[in-house]
């Protein structure tokens, strides 16, 4: 369990720590120390603040304080003319030292260190209020057990003036709260997203298959981590702020029950961790089965036709079934452990509202202390049983928040860039493959072996084959998707190569979106747009789909003869210096195919086809033919008819 702990606790500031901190060694420990420092800090301000707020009111209505506020006048005067003065002189010049000490590294930072010290200063500022209302709370008590009108009237106004304040400062407090883990989630999410999509991790995901739901993950658990996060550290802060501020005030009305509610709280956090320990795996799998539940409901949105052909609404339907009982069982089992915590929670809750009574009872009734003490005392209570009972009150969140900080985790783990093993690529002016071993991703199937040879020469290449040789699995080895296996592969830069699969693929946007995908930077007028697109015969295209600045799902929109089509139209206008072509003109007939070989031709664009018609080899003057394993062979076209010919 301890193990579990320190694992759960290594992988939460991993991930929050950079927000605030950079990633190096130590540095969580230096940002456990600037938090401290930057609390020790406020609590400074707020104390000269509260101190000469309490000297100004003595200046100017000397018999007001002394009725409202005589005993804080006096200990602040005697913190003064005491050496007591120098700890909260340090309070102040300490923090401001250390942070001064790590300034290159909060500098970058600074503006999430803002809004954490107006959001700490806030909750500091909440917390003297309901200091402030405890003695308030205790004087208007005592004034009314006194009969003393006066005295109770002025405390109503001190209740209204501590209301008055209270209320913009917990509205604020709330609201930089929530921008404040607004401007975090942008932050992470910009970070994930950004290696999401460097190194095409996001392909790696999807061929392994160890990842389910990215999406999830990228938009709920994020929005979730920061929430909690940012929710949980206020909470924790704010509880030490109670802790340290009403300790005092429960100490001067009963030792004893400083102890009381220690022992009681200690026990109570004890019992309720041990329960609760079940819920971590059951949340984590609850948020995996509602994710698959609801993939495969999208899966079926975007494959309604193909379904409708196959009649294949009783398998799906089964297959979704499958997964909601899975997320039925998960839950049922979920609710049951919340209901055993919510009977220890819930009689936890319960007694400290009398056991403060209880514990003063004897004092009071002996007349030691008045009952606007026990009031205070029984506030005080509370507050610091409150502040010591964080894992009782919050462990269904705690356990919530576990589980989205290991999904959250694994998939920062998946999409961490790590050394390349396998097939080395290295950037060239031509195609070369040298003794390259191709294997599936999962490892488990060798697809070719030893493959070596030289494209130079070979202008435009088509590669051939049984199906299952590993025709297309080699235009991903070149592309650099697939990558386990050996050998050495030197292509162009990717910037010079242009892919095109069977089924291209359609963005989501406009039609001027989708022809110039992925360079949507470049400015090109619509006339020009028009004449690519006569030159694949879908001249029809904008007036049949509303125009360039149309947003369709093209997708359902067009064939899949005219989504080929449009990847040629986008092939024309970025122009690259090669193009790689995977039965890219599957969906054609033999005329529209005829017509954009030719303009690849004309464009003087090299290019790499697989196919299985015969018919493109018209356009290439090479073929290379797998056969299996290590069984390969480059032949001109001519070379390869004949073969063909005799082989048939």
Same mark, same amino acid.
């Given at each position: 369990?301890e193990?579990?702990?320190r694992?759960l606790w290594?992988?939460f500031v991993?991930i929050?720590q950079?927000?605030?901190?950079?990633?190096?060694r130590?540095?969580?420990w230096?940002?456990?120390l600037?938090?401290i420092?930057?609390?020790?800090f406020?609590?400074?301000?707020?104390?000269?603040?509260?101190?000469?707020?309490?000297?100004?009111g003595?200046?100017?209505?000397?018999?007001?304080?002394?009725?409202?506020?005589s005993?804080?006048?006096?200990?602040?005067t005697?913190?003064?003319?005491?050496?007591?003065?120098?700890?909260?002189?340090g309070?102040?010049?300490? *923090?401001?030292?250390?942070?001064?000490?790590f300034?290159?590294h909060v500098?970058?930072?600074?503006?999430s260190?803002?809004? =954490?010290?107006?959001?700490?200063?806030?909750s500091l500022?909440?917390?003297?209020?309901?200091?402030?209302?405890s003695y308030?709370?205790?004087?208007?008590?005592?004034?009314l057990v006194?009969?003393?009108?006066?005295?109770a009237? #002025?405390f109503?106004?001190?209740?209204?003036?501590?209301? !008055?304040?209270?209320?913009?400062?917990?509205?604020?407090?709330y609201?930089v709260q929530?921008y404040m883990?607004?401007?975090? &989630?942008?932050?992470?999410?910009?970070?994930?997203?950004?290696?999401?999509f460097?190194?095409?991790s996001?392909?790696?995901?999807?061929t392994?298959?160890?990842?389910?739901?990215?999406?999830?993950?990228i938009?709920e658990d994020?929005?979730?981590f920061?929430r909690?996060s940012l929710?949980?550290?206020?909470?924790?802060l704010g509880a !030490?702020m109670d802790l340290v501020?009403?300790?005092g005030?429960?100490?001067s009305?009963?030792a004893?029950?400083?102890?009381?509610v220690?022992g009681?709280?200690l026990?109570g956090?004890l019992l309720a961790a041990?329960i609760?320990?079940?819920?971590?795996?059951?949340n984590f799998?609850q948020?995996?089965?509602?994710?698959?539940?609801?993939?495969?409901?999208?899966?079926?949105?975007?494959?309604?036709?193909?379904?409708?052909f196959y009649?294949?609404e009783?398998?799906? =339907?089964?297959?979704i079934?499958?997964?909601?009982r899975?997320?039925?069982g998960?839950f049922?089992?979920?609710?049951?452990?919340q209901?055993?915590?919510?009977f220890?929670t819930?009689?936890y809750s319960?007694?400290?509202a009398?056991?403060?009574?209880?514990? #003063?009872?004897?004092?009071y009734?002996?007349?030691q202390?008045?009952y606007g003490?026990?009031?205070q005392?029984?506030l005080?209570?509370?507050?610091i049983?409150?502040?010591?009972s964080?894992?009782?009150?919050?462990?269904?969140?705690?356990?919530?928040?576990a589980?989205s900080?290991?999904?959250l985790?694994?998939f920062?783990?998946?999409?961490?860039p790590?050394?390349?093993?396998?097939? /080395?690529?290295y950037?060239?002016?031509r195609?070369a493959?040298?003794?390259?071993?191709?294997?599936?991703p @999962?490892?488990?199937r060798t697809?070719?072996q030893?493959?070596?040879?030289d494209?130079?020469?070979?202008?435009?290449l088509?590669?051939?084959? /049984?199906s299952g040789v590993?025709k297309?699995?080699?235009l991903?080895?070149?592309?650099?998707?697939?990558t386990q296996?050996?050998?050495?592969?030197l292509?162009?830069?990717?910037?010079?190569?242009f892919f =095109? *699969?069977?089924?291209?693929y359609?963005?989501?946007?406009? #039609?001027r979106?989708?022809?110039?995908?992925?360079?949507?930077?470049l400015?090109?007028?619509?006339?020009?747009?028009r004449?690519?697109?006569e030159?694949?015969?879908l001249a029809?295209l904008?007036e049949?789909?509303?125009g360039f600045k149309?947003k369709?799902?093209?997708?359902?929109v067009?064939s899949?003869?005219e989504?080929?089509?449009?990847a040629?139209? &986008?092939?024309?206008i970025?122009?690259?210096?090669?193009?790689?072509?995977?039965?890219?003109?599957?969906?054609?007939?033999?005329e529209?195919e005829?017509m954009?070989?030719?303009?690849? /031709?004309?464009l003087d664009?090299?290019y790499?086809?697989?196919?299985?018609?015969s018919?493109i080899l018209?356009?290439h @003057?090479h073929?290379?033919?797998l056969?299996?394993?290590?069984?390969?062979?480059?032949?001109?076209v001519?070379?390869y008819?004949i073969?063909?010919?005799?082989?048939?």
């Amino acid at each position: 369990m301890e193990q579990v702990k320190r694992s759960l606790w290594k992988r939460f500031v991993t991930i929050a720590q950079p927000y605030f901190f950079p990633d190096i060694r130590g540095g969580s420990w230096a940002l456990l120390l600037l938090l401290i420092m930057l609390v020790v800090f406020l609590f400074g301000v707020l104390f000269t603040i509260v101190a000469g707020m309490t000297w100004a009111g003595n200046h100017f209505a000397p018999d007001l304080t002394a009725k409202i506020a005589s005993g804080l006048l006096s200990n602040i005067t005697a913190i003064f003319h005491s050496k007591a003065w120098l700890v909260f002189a340090g309070c102040l010049i300490v *923090p401001a030292g250390i942070f001064m000490l790590f300034g290159r590294h909060v500098r970058s930072r600074r503006k999430s260190w803002m809004l =954490l010290a107006t959001v700490l200063s806030l909750s500091l500022c909440w917390t003297g209020i309901n200091v402030s209302l405890s003695y308030t709370a205790n004087y208007f008590t005592n004034a009314l057990v006194q009969k003393n009108q006066d005295l109770a009237y #002025l405390f109503v106004g001190v209740y209204f003036c501590c209301f !008055m304040i209270g209320i913009p400062v917990v509205a604020f407090y709330y609201y930089v709260q929530n921008y404040m883990g607004m401007r975090w &989630r942008e932050w992470l999410t910009d970070e994930f997203l950004e290696k999401y999509f460097g190194n095409r991790s996001y392909y790696e995901i999807e061929t392994h298959a160890e990842i389910d739901n990215p999406d999830q993950r990228i938009m709920e658990d994020i929005r979730s981590f920061t929430r909690t996060s940012l929710g949980l550290l206020l909470i924790i802060l704010g509880a !030490m702020m109670d802790l340290v501020s009403f300790s005092g005030v429960l100490w001067s009305k009963s030792a004893l029950l400083v102890g009381v509610v220690m022992g009681y709280s200690l026990v109570g956090t004890l019992l309720a961790a041990l329960i609760g320990r079940p819920l971590i795996g059951l949340n984590f799998n609850q948020l995996r089965y509602e994710a698959d539940f609801r993939y495969s409901l999208v899966h079926v949105r975007d494959n309604a036709e193909s379904i409708a052909f196959y009649q294949g609404e009783k398998p799906e =339907l089964a297959q979704i079934g499958d997964r909601f009982r899975k997320v039925l069982g998960n839950f049922n089992l979920l609710i049951g452990w919340q209901r055993n915590l919510s009977f220890f929670t819930t009689g936890y809750s319960y007694l400290p509202a009398v056991l403060p009574f209880l514990v #003063l009872f004897p004092q009071y009734f002996s007349g030691q202390i008045a009952y606007g003490d026990m009031v205070q005392a029984n506030l005080a209570f509370i507050q610091i049983y409150a502040s010591l009972s964080l894992i009782v009150t919050q462990m269904e969140q705690i356990t919530n928040f576990a589980a989205s900080i290991e999904r959250l985790s694994s998939f920062a783990d998946a999409i961490t860039p790590t050394p390349v093993h396998g097939i /080395q690529i290295y950037e060239t002016d031509r195609f070369a493959l040298k003794d390259v071993t191709l294997l599936t991703p @999962d490892g488990d199937r060798t697809l070719f072996q030893n493959l070596t040879m030289d494209f130079e020469g070979s202008n435009n290449l088509v590669v051939g084959g /049984q199906s299952g040789v590993g025709k297309s699995s080699l235009l991903r080895a070149i592309a650099g998707l697939w990558t386990q296996g050996s050998g050495i592969v030197l292509r162009p830069a990717l910037e010079e190569i242009f892919f =095109l *699969p069977q089924k291209p693929y359609m963005v989501l946007g406009s #039609l001027r979106d989708q022809m110039l995908y992925p360079r949507m930077e470049l400015e090109i007028p619509d006339d020009e747009l028009r004449r690519v697109l006569e030159s694949v015969n879908l001249a029809d295209l904008p007036e049949r789909s509303g125009g360039f600045k149309a947003k369709l799902i093209w997708a359902d929109v067009l064939s899949l003869g005219e989504q080929q089509r449009l990847a040629f139209a &986008r092939l024309f206008i970025n122009r690259p210096g090669f193009a790689v072509l995977d039965e890219a003109t599957s969906a054609l007939d033999g005329e529209n195919e005829a017509m954009l070989y030719q303009k690849l /031709q004309e464009l003087d664009i090299h290019y790499i086809s697989v196919g299985h018609r015969s018919s493109i080899l018209d356009y290439h @003057d090479h073929v290379l033919e797998l056969q299996g394993q290590d069984q390969w062979e480059l032949l001109t076209v001519e070379d390869y008819r004949i073969k063909m010919g005799k082989t048939s």
